[in-house]
């Protein structure tokens, strides 16, 4: 079994530029999650896909979109980069009971 | 809304010291409750959980126990070790299985 993995590890944008972040879910999972960690700070919910259609999303803002693909990756894609969007983005998956599975994170640094 | 307050660090120990770390949530119905650990430069792990009131989550001698009447999951250890460092999220999932974070407690063991 292939646990959750996250690409790029780090990346560097400056203000008003556009990421896309990668996830590959852990298989057989079919719900995946995204986190935005500040540093010093727990991570807030961003949004939740379940069989490539969101199902849920927290307090951000419309230029936090996804996407999940058939294979039950994922992208987190963030337009207009802000100085706060600063932070360690979290991708979760989970099955069929309430547990979440984390990748490593993918820091993102906005100047 | 739903909310979790953990004790706030950094908690400082010597090896073999007992550890307690606090966390209280606030939410309607009955949510799972979690511990997640976080080591540096890494994503979060699940360290144990508790879905329904008066069950005890334990694991790698880590344990919590659901208590509703106190609305709290308590996070202890008999004995610590160094290689315990790291910050130790508290979180709840009501039935959507977005996780509500804490935002964390960091834990220092030194020899």
């Known amino acids: 079994e292939t646990g959750v993995t996250q690409s790029p590890t780090h990346l560097i944008k400056t203000r008003g530029q556009q990421v896309t972040l990668r996830c590959s879910s852990q298989?057989?999972?079919?719900?995946v999650s995204w986190y935005q960690q500040a540093l010093g700070q727990g991570p807030q919910f961003i949004f939740q896909?379940?069989?490539?259609?969101?199902?849920g999303r927290g307090n951000f803002p419309p230029r936090f979109s996804g996407l999940q693909f058939p294979n039950y990756s994922s992208e987190l894609n963030v337009n207009a980069l802000e100085l706060d969007d600063s932070a360690l983005y979290l991708c979760?998956?989970?099955?069929?009971?309430?547990?979440?599975?984390f990748g490593p994170g993918t820091r993102l640094t906005v100047l | 809304g739903n909310s979790v307050t953990q004790m706030e660090g950094p908690v400082t120990l010597s090896e073999e010291a007992f550890l307690t770390i606090n966390c209280t949530y606030t939410?309607?119905?009955?949510?799972?409750l979690f511990w997640y650990v976080q080591y540096p430069g890494e994503g979060l792990q699940l360290l144990l959980k508790?879905?329904?009131?008066?069950d005890k989550g334990s694991n790698k001698g880590f344990e919590a126990t659901y208590r509703k009447e106190t609305t709290s999951f308590h996070l202890e250890k008999g004995s610590v070790q160094v290689s315990d460092s790291a910050v130790y999220f508290c979180?709840?999932?009501?039935?959507?299985?977005?996780?509500?974070f804490g935002t964390g407690t960091r834990l220092q063991v030194f020899p």
């Open positions: 508790a879905t329904k009131a008066d």
């Open positions: 979180a709840l999932s009501d039935y959507s299985d977005k996780l509500i």
């Open positions: 939410a309607t119905g009955y949510p799972s």
């Open positions: 979760a998956s989970g099955g069929a009971s309430y547990e979440q599975f």
């Open positions: 896909y379940y069989r490539e259609e969101e199902n």
């Open positions: 298989s057989g999972h079919n719900t």
